[in-house]
């Protein structure tokens, strides 16, 4: 044997003084264990989120009211609520339906636009007759989300393109068109704003008869119906979880991946469309530049904190609309950006992406020497 | 036609180098096993901390860029923490971290948004700034410009010539064999990944303090997310992102040069370009490059020692 | 002779599953110990507590008659133990010197020092009698070469205890031969050396003394010398079943043919070049061959996930060399692939939904609404018929033991009832017992009919239940045999280079 006093010099090992984490894979957990761990990171996530707000400069007995007791038990704010709640389900849905087939749709906003894009034409062109023009306007809204989402889908699925990117940079071209149409061709002619003309009565969405409450909320909650069924129930979603789960057996199965993949990625896109058509044709009444501001994130929290299970994100954007609702108040009263509920957000969904930490392991203390 | 050349080559540098520090960035933290999604969030919180610190402390661009570099090392911290110690998601935790960046800097940065800088001065090299053309091209850019060339250099340097480079590598393509070596993968991971967050930072604050010379609300525009695509187009090596900086750079520059030559363009359209421009070159690397990936092994995987799966 | 390592009452478990239950270990430097035990007895788990990877619940560990607690692999190292780990620890895009510098300061500028590592291991595989290039990229050499690599790396640490797992499963007869001769070598010497296996054939040939572990203990700690084959066999397994030779069943009209196939790897590079064969009914055709000479491609391709670069494959007469997966189940195909989690099963989905998945893909439970409940009690006929032991049908695939879902993916393999059934190693990784039950059912299928394709690296499960034999060397089909064939001759065409 060569010498090994030359081949191995000053070997010292310094034994940890204190010790370290280890860390032992769960195969399993409890669902009691599993609910008070992510209760655990929610409830870390909102402590931070008021102390924030404390520092912020709102004051702490009006914190509670802002947020709960105006927001969800007073009829004007619940109304509001309701109102807010309605595009964040459809986005919700849009990125559930995505990441269950482990496609980072991040492009939601782009679709969003290309959905509200979609219904304006309708509405400033006034295609059709007035009876079913708000009909058209869902179907246009639905097809220009979906067709927006179509060429990072294939780029995905043929060459392989990262996803998370490709549908990230198109948010900023459908951005730049859209500030191109209302700086140009469909400006207002009335007040030169920056906006489309507003839609007439038959381009918007009907009242239920509540406040103001819209027609866009019965949409959602459809649209939460249909993909539970096509989640929970069909065949299809069966494929769907197998593709997300496991690509490689889906396809050694017999299961369509690539076709799977195409189809729950376009519902994606459409779902987010329509979201863009509730916000033009029942909040906004017309195409504006900043309709789609913090839809894309909150469509990914929804999706992440309801772990893509559509029941949960009817459950999940109804507290963000709440957020949202309490946000718009917040705003008006302490003169708080609007960034607020986009960092409140982040903070939550990193809290109980963090908690997954401990569903994930069991840590020991492995102590150290202590010399 | 000159002119109007040596206008764009001699701008092509301000646009280039916070594209090239943030790619530069991320190919430490990719290379160490971990996606960084937050580019964005950590080049904003660079950015308002640059342009904070320039107003606040005497109108030093240096301090103004170790302010910045400070801040995205804060917020390297959080992400590496998240998913380094916890071993969260990282897609989810990255794109969290850009949402948090715009959250927090839209937040605290209400006091100095839209107020103009002075900001980096070109550098005057007497009679080299004075060479026609040339000149103005390569002598008159300012100190960040060419600092960043050894930054890059000791980037590569780093990951490919030293001991420290190939353990921080063998980490992020198979950090069961660098843990088996007795190479601190948690450690190795961490370090990376703040190393990517100054630079990540260092971009965020020169585009405030050099490109832009103002503060506003969301101002990196998607060239945290560019800098990710441009580390897939440079195959995870320095080279190539200085590179793939200059062209997109370059293409950035040509933006405003074009409005200053009021040549009749569609404005918006010409704005779309940077990113349809990242995507053709996605496309094109998945096209092209579709038979070997030159993507660390272990990419967006956490590590657990004792894992059986 | 010393006493190198002395480990007692070492006990390990894993989320509640145990796999390691106060078992103990001694080894004597300047000998070399057999540690045998069938897969899952503990033995990876045992060494990997010693290698600093896995921190024991319990228990000691003394090296050189003093008492430590190993903190992490630089520890182990710093104390002179190595492990050449079953599964390498090496960078594939990095060269040899890189990986062995990686774990080995020699200290100095770092140039001049990766020039000092390639220097010292040529010296090493000098002494060694090894042929390495420092130069080569880790991807760009073979399994055997890379054993080398791991053993140069580890030596060059300065070990005095070498532990390796199963190192010859992955080399010829010859390689293993020439290997084992440099270990006893290495053992002469002073170093401890620690052999996993479980081939009793090395125990004797190699071992100074043998420890057998079963289920998490120590069951033996003997001379092998004074341990016959059932001795130690029954010490291994308890007492066991071992499957029945079976008769030689005669195949009727051809169902699956393979004409000229060929296919590359992932990286370009020929896997096969023109396969040719044929199953019949009621028959297994076994594919006996060393690993990589294109088994995995193989596969691959008749399960269609790869693409064949040419020739045919057909089912029944009908062409589907590149039918979608789906297709070719309809045309009879059922798969055991060699990988179950990557193929075969999906870890976190329930076992109602990895039973059903292949039928519910054909349309069988449904086209739109999924008769769950349907399925759900063909999962209960099918986990009674099987004796497959899980939590229900409801209970998630990743809690089944690897015997237990192997006989999952086989039990939905022979459910659709085509006939064809290609399996690839599906014995590989389970106990004797479980190994046993595939077999047999395995053979069961032949009986009703069915054309078996066996895939499989062990040439003893080829031997014992092919009715034909074709021997796959550098993706070709080098030579056939009918039952009975002969061991040696089927060996010889495995590593020849015809």
Redo the contacts between chains.
């Keep these: 044997m060569p010498d090994r006093a030359a081949a191995a010099p000053g070997r010292t090992f310094r034994a940890r003084r204190f010790g370290r984490l280890n860390l032992e894979v769960r195969q399993s957990i409890g669902r009691f264990k599993h609910a008070a761990f992510i209760a655990f990171g929610l409830g870390v996530g909102l402590a931070i989120s008021v102390a924030i707000l404390l520092a912020a400069g709102v004051e702490a007995a009006n914190i509670f009211d802002e947020f709960v007791v105006l927001t969800f038990f007073d009829r004007l704010g619940l109304s509001s609520v309701l109102i807010e709640c309605s595009p964040l389900i459809l986005v919700g849905l849009s990125a559930a339906v995505a990441f269950r087939v482990n496609f980072w749709n991040i492009g939601i906003e782009g679709q969003f636009f290309w959905g509200a894009i979609g219904a304006t034409v309708i509405a400033i062109f006034d295609v059709g007759p007035p009876s079913i023009r708000i009909g058209l306007m869902l179907v246009f809204a639905i097809v220009g989300g979906f067709l927006w989402i179509v060429p990072p889908a294939i780029f995905k699925i043929r060459f392989g393109v990262n996803e998370v990117i490709s549908t990230l940079l198109l948010n900023y071209v459908a951005y730049q068109f859209v500030l191109n149409q209302i700086y140009g061709a469909w400006q207002d002619p009335r007040d030169r704003f920056p906006h489309s003309e507003a839609f007439d009565a038959a381009e918007r969405l009907p009242l239920l008869g509540w406040e103001k409450v819209h027609l866009g909320l019965l949409i959602s909650l459809v649209a939460v119906a249909l993909v539970w069924w096509l989640m929970q129930r069909s065949r299809f979603g069966v494929y769907m979880r197998f593709v997300g789960a496991n690509p490689h057996m889906a396809l050694a199965s017999g299961i369509p991946v690539a076709m799977t993949i195409f189809l729950a990625v376009g519902l994606s896109g459409a779902l987010s469309g329509a979201a863009g058509f509730v916000m033009g044709a029942a909040q906004e009444h017309r195409l504006t530049g900043t309709m789609a501001a913090g839809y894309g994130f909150s469509g990914i929290m929804i999706a992440f904190l309801a772990r893509n299970n559509p029941a949960a994100v009817l459950v999940v954007a109804f507290l963000i609309g709440g957020l949202y609702a309490a946000g718009q108040s917040v705003k008006v009263f302490y003169s708080l950006p609007q960034a607020l509920v986009s960092l409140i957000q982040a903070i939550v969904v990193m809290c109980v992406a963090a908690s997954d930490f401990l569903v994930r392991y069991r840590v020991h203390w492995l102590r150290g020497d202590g010399r | 036609m000159i002119e109007f050349l040596a206008n764009w080559l001699a701008f092509t540098p301000v646009f280039a180098v916070p594209l090239l520090l943030a790619t530069l960035g991320l190919i430490v933290n990719e290379r160490a096993g971990v996606i960084n999604l937050g580019a964005e969030g950590m080049m904003l919180c660079g950015a308002l901390a640059g342009v904070a610190c320039y107003i606040e402390f005497g109108e030093s661009t240096a301090v103004g860029m170790t302010a910045a570099a400070f801040a995205g090392l804060l917020i390297a911290f959080l992400f590496a923490f998240v998913v380094v110690v916890l071993r969260a998601d990282q897609v989810v935790t990255g794109i969290t971290i850009v949402f948090f960046g715009a959250g927090l800097t839209g937040l605290i940065g209400l006091r100095w948004n839209d107020t103009a800088i002075a900001g980096f001065r070109k550098l005057d090299l007497g009679f080299l700034s004075e060479i026609p053309f040339f000149g103005k091209v390569v002598f008159a850019q300012d100190a960040m410009v060419y600092l960043t060339i050894p930054i890059a250099f000791g980037v590569w340097y780093f990951l490919f010539r030293t001991r420290a480079g190939l353990n921080l590598r063998a980490v992020g393509e198979n950090p069961q064999a660098a843990d088996a070596a007795g190479i601190a993968v948690d450690a190795y991971r961490f370090c990376a990944v703040a190393a990517g967050g100054v630079l990540c930072g260092m971009a965020g604050g020169y585009l405030a303090l050099a490109a832009a010379k103002i503060w506003v609300n969301e101002m990196t525009h998607g060239r945290g997310w560019i800098a990710i695509a441009l580390v897939i187009f440079a195959r995870w090596m320095p080279g190539r992102a200085v590179l793939g900086a200059l062209l997109f750079g370059g293409i950035e520059a040509l933006i405003p040069r074009i409005f200053a030559a009021g040549w009749p363009v569609p404005q918006y359209f010409l704005q779309m370009t940077p990113f349809l421009a990242t995507l053709a070159v996605l496309v094109w690397v998945g096209v092209a490059g579709k038979r070997r990936s030159a993507a660390p092994g272990a990419l967006g995987l956490p590590y657990v020692r004792e894992d059986r799966w | 002779m010393t006493v190198a390592l002395e480990m007692s009452d070492v006990t390990k ?5 145990r796999a390691l239950d106060g078992a103990w270990f001694r080894a004597e430097h300047g000998r070399v110990h057999a540690l045998l035990g069938e897969n899952g007895a503990g033995k990876s788990s045992l060494m990997n507590v010693v ?1 600093g ?3 024991p619940d319990r228990g000691s560990i003394a090296v050189d008659g003093s008492p430590v ?1 190993i ?5 182990a ?3 002179g133990i190595g ?1 050449v ?1 079953q ?8 060269t040899v010197a ?2 062995v ?7 100095g500028r ?2 001049d ?1 990766l020039a000092l590592v390639a220097e ?1 291991i040529e ?2 595989c000098g ?1 060694l009698g090894f042929d390495l290039d420092p130069q080569a990229r880790i991807d760009s050499i073979s399994v055997a070469e890379r054993q080398r690599v791991e053993i140069v ?1 580890v ?4 070990t005095r205890i070498l532990i390796l797992d199963e190192p010859t499963a992955v080399l010829t007869d010859d390689e293993a031969d020439r290997l084992l001769a440099v270990i006893r070598g ?1 053992a002469e ?1 002073g170093t401890a050396v620690v052999l996993i296996t479980h081939k009793l054939r090395e125990v004797h040939d190699f071992a100074d003394r043998v420890t057998i572990m079963r289920a998490g203990r120590t069951v033996a700690d003997e001379d092998p010398k004074a341990l016959s084959d059932e001795r130690m066999t029954e010490l291994m397994v308890g007492s066991a079943p071992r499957s029945a030779a079976a008769a030689r069943s005669g195949g009727g009209r051809v169902r699956l043919a393979i004409e000229e196939l060929a296919a590359a790897r992932d ?2 590079v020929a896997a096969l070049a023109g396969v040719s064969l044929a199953v019949g009914e009621g028959e297994i055709y076994g594919v006996a061959g060393v690993g990589g000479n294109g088994q995995t491609e193989l596969a691959e391709v008749l ?3 790869r693409s064949a670069l040419g020739g045919r494959v057909a089912l029944d007469g009908e062409d589907r060399t590149s039918a ?7 045309g009879g195909l059922g ?1 055991v ?1 060699a990988d179950r ?9 329930s076992v109602a ?1 990895n039973f059903g ?2 039928g ?3 349309g069988r ?6 008769a769950s409940g349907r399925m759900r009690g063909d999962t209960e006929a099918a986990i009674d018929a099987f004796e497959i032991q899980c939590h229900g049908p409801a209970s ?1 695939s ?2 089944l033991s690897g015997g237990n879902a192997q006989k999952l993916v086989l039990a939905r393999e022979l459910s659709g009832g085509g006939g064809i059934l290609v399996a690839h190693s599906p014995t590989r990784g389970l106990d004797v017992r479980a190994c046993a039950a595939v077999q047999s059912q395995l053979l069961e299928a032949r009986g009703r009919g069915a054309a078996v394709l066996l895939i499989s690296e062990d040439l003893d499960e080829v031997l014992d239940l092919s009715d034909r034999i074709g021997v796959l060397n550098r993706g070709r089909i080098v030579g056939e045999f009918e039952r009975p064939a002969n061991r040696h001759e089927v060996g010889r065409l495995m590593v020849g280079h015809a």
Excluded: I, Q
């Excluded at chain 3, 478990?13 to 599953?17: A, K, T």
């Excluded at chain 3, 903190?71 to 520890?75: C, F, R, T, V």
């Design positions: 478990e894993f989320d509640g599953v290698c990877l896995y921190a607690r903190d992490g692999p630089a520890h190292r710093a104390l492990m780990h599964h390498f620890k090496l960078v594939r895009p990095f890189e990986n510098a990686m774990a080995n300061r020699l200290g770092w140039t020092e010292t010296r090493y002494e790396k030596l060059m640490s300065g290495l010497r990286d370009g399960m269609g996930v979608h997966p789906g297709e070719r189940r309809r798969t692939p989690y990557l193929y075969g099963l999906t870890a976190d989905l939904e998945l292949t519910l893909a054909a439970y449904g086209t739109w609404w999924v998630r990743r809690l």
